[in-house]
């Protein structure tokens, strides 16, 4: 389904011919994308680090570049933004949908005099300790202040950095038992894992370290590529959401919720999702609102962003925040609930092009947003000729694991057979081929698109 953004055709004549360059296109697991963005009439430049060939008549210019260390990002920056300016001349805007190099998107974006967020901000994002000083600290960065820290403090959870195994036992000290024991830098979800013993704790430390050796190749999946270090978080009970949202200099362009189900311990694996969210509004806009307040403490104003929220009984927790587009299916989702594409947004706020969206008349207010400002969620509509009474359908979606479904997988939901159902139209299915050990820290099998009234297997 097309995005509903490109049916305004004033939009469209805007957005047409825009230079926008993607940072970090390192592999060829979002090439898809690239290709959409063409489709949507912009023009598509690259930075990464895979070879010239790779790339040919996927973008109208390549820039071949290894910014693998991560020590030298200002001088890759520098490097980056004078090849840019020699070899593509100018550009419109800049995204970044690779966790590890959005840090080094934001120096290159901010060297090229275009919006986007802070590298302090980007930085704070990738940490996980970092992320909740940044919801009581003042500063951030580039000489911005936070002026609503009081109100942000709430949100935290407490935190401990593990750099060795020597530090787990004065975390959970700190922390106390049982706490959450994930990878500071990771992503995906990779590498969590709830733990109830200090012996525990230490053991998995020390089973982390040995997967960034045995997984060189694929280390950046657990923040590798900045350091090894560990955070002990302190564990939160309360139903778990993901919160899509777009910012355009400061302003509130739209916002998504997701539910998702309960989680298989003691590895945190993941079980199903669902959108439109199920909660009552009063809920629903507390977690809104407590993504949105998130967002704005660490410096994020212009793009889109995804948010993780725990609600628990005295109200919304952090869990993490992503500069960038939700990963999985939310993307799908998205689109096919409320017929507004994410990675669309985000190129048009990259080129600094207000996206428009409104809702119809009558739509709520979200708490903490100017009042002349639309909560635009649940009756999120792209023009005043497609006014729709909420969202289009719901969708639910369903982690797959080869270790827990392998009876399964093996005969009534083969491989080929969820295919043939997702070619036909009845469910949507991804297979995701990468994991790293059986049993342990597997990505799932994962939605592949979304359609209206079915059922989406992840």
């Not at 491989?415 to 990468?434: K, Q, V």
């Not at 820290?441 to 359609?451: G, L, M, N």
């Amino acid at each position: 389904m097309e995005s509903g953004l490109s049916r305004d055709t004033q939009l469209d004549a805007q957005m047409r011919g825009k230079r926008i360059l993607f940072i970090g296109v390192n592999d060829d697991r979002k090439d898809f994308i690239l290709e959409m963005v063409v489709s949507l009439g912009f023009e598509v430049y690259a930075v990464g680090t895979r070879p010239q060939y790779q790339m040919v008549n996927k973008v109208q210019k390549y820039v071949e570049y290894d910014s693998s260390d991560k020590s030298k990002e200002a001088h890759h920056s520098e490097v980056i933004v004078k090849r840019v300016n020699a070899e593509i001349v100018d550009v419109d805007g800049c995204i970044c949908l690779w966790d590890a190099e959005i840090p080094l998107a934001a120096l290159v974006t901010a060297r090229l005099g275009k919006p986007g967020i802070s590298y302090a901000g980007a930085l704070a994002a990738m940490s996980k300790t970092q992320t909740m000083e940044a919801l009581t600290s003042s500063d951030l960065g580039n000489g911005r202040r936070n002026s609503n820290t009081v109100g942000v403090v709430k949100y935290a959870s407490r935190c401990s950095t593990i750099e060795s195994a020597a530090d787990v036992k004065k975390c959970v000290e700190k922390i106390g038992l049982p706490a959450i024991l994930k990878t500071e830098f990771g992503a995906a979800g990779m590498g969590v894992k709830l733990v109830h013993s200090l012996q525990e704790a230490v053991d998995h430390f020390n089973h982390i370290q040995v997967l960034h050796d045995e997984h060189k190749d694929r280390s950046y999946i657990l923040g590798g590529t900045y350091k090894r270090s560990c955070v002990l978080m302190e564990y939160l009970e309360g139903s778990e959401h993901c919160v899509d949202l777009a910012l355009f200099h400061g302003e509130v362009v739209c916002a998504f919720v997701c539910d998702k189900g309960p989680q298989i311990p003691p590895d945190v694996f993941k079980t199903v999702i669902t959108m439109p969210s199920l909660m009552p509004k009063d809920k629903l806009k507390s977690v809104i609102t407590a993504a949105i307040d998130c967002c704005k403490s660490l410096g994020f104003d212009h793009g889109v962003f995804d948010v993780e929220i725990m609600l628990t009984k005295s109200g919304p927790k952090m869990i993490a925040i992503n500069p960038r587009v939700g990963g999985f299916c939310l993307r799908d989702f998205i689109l096919q609930c409320y017929n507004v594409d994410l990675v669309h947004l985000a190129c048009l706020i990259a080129c600094d092009i207000n996206p428009h969206v409104s809702v119809p008349e009558g739509g709520e207010k979200s708490a903490g947003v100017p009042s002349q400002l639309p909560f635009r969620h649940a009756e999120i509509v792209i023009s005043e000729s497609d006014v729709k009474p909420g969202p289009l359908c719901s969708m639910v979606g369903m982690y797959i694991y080869a270790w827990r479904h392998r009876k399964a997988l093996k005969t009534t939901a083969t491989p080929e057979i969820l295919e043939r159902l997702h070619d036909n139209g009845d469910l949507f299915f991804i297979r995701h081929e990468f994991q790293m050990r059986e049993y342990d820290h597997e990505i799932p099998w994962r939605s592949r698109r979304s359609r209206s009234g079915k059922l989406g297997i992840r």
